[in-house]
């Protein structure tokens, strides 16, 4: 026998080229190592679209470190939450936290859909 239509999982995926990402930022400014805390992105025909998403360390010194590679945030209805646990990472300067950002992107690169956090999160030991 077969799975009723109303029991069949129905998915409504938009369509990428009429996304708009508006929003993409910490719920938390500020936490303690391995806390957890949100990364939250916003967007307008976004529904059901899974973007890649990367963190980073704001090293004021050098060169950015990506600390996350390989997660992935869904928009379900207009916003898209990514819950990470946070990490102290060692800095250049001693006495300083850590700072990171992060950006969404659209895993297709033909489309040209991403965002960069809009505020920074530091995390304390």
Same mark, same amino acid.
Do not use: H, M
């Given at each position: %026998? %077969? &799975?009723?239509?109303? =029991?069949?999982? %129905? !998915? ?5 080229? *009429?996304?708009? @990402?508006? /929003?993409?930022?910490?719920e938390s400014t500020s936490v303690k190592e391995d806390d957890f805390v949100n990364a939250v992105i916003k967007g307008q025909n976004c529904d059901g =679209?899974?973007? +890649? @998403? ?5 090293? #004021?010194?050098? *060169?950015?470190? #990506? ?6 945030? &869904? !928009?379900?209805g207009d916003e898209g939450r990514y819950r990470w646990k946070a990490v102290?990472?060692? /800095?250049?300067?001693?006495?300083? +936290? ?14 040209? @859909? ?6 920074? @999160? &530091?995390? &304390?030991?």
């Open positions: %026998s %077969s &799975t009723p239509d109303f =029991l069949q999982p %129905s !998915i409504k995926v938009s369509d990428p080229k *009429q996304c708009k @990402l508006e /929003d993409a930022r910490w =679209l899974t973007f +890649n @998403l990367q963190i980073y360390d704001n090293d #004021v010194f050098t *060169q950015s470190d #990506v600390i996350e590679d390989n997660a992935k945030i &869904t !928009i379900i102290w990472d060692w /800095d250049v300067v001693p006495g300083f +936290n850590s700072e990171y950002s992060f950006s969404a992107e659209y895993p297709d690169k033909s489309i040209d @859909l991403n965002i960069v956090s809009q505020n920074e @999160l &530091t995390v &304390t030991r």
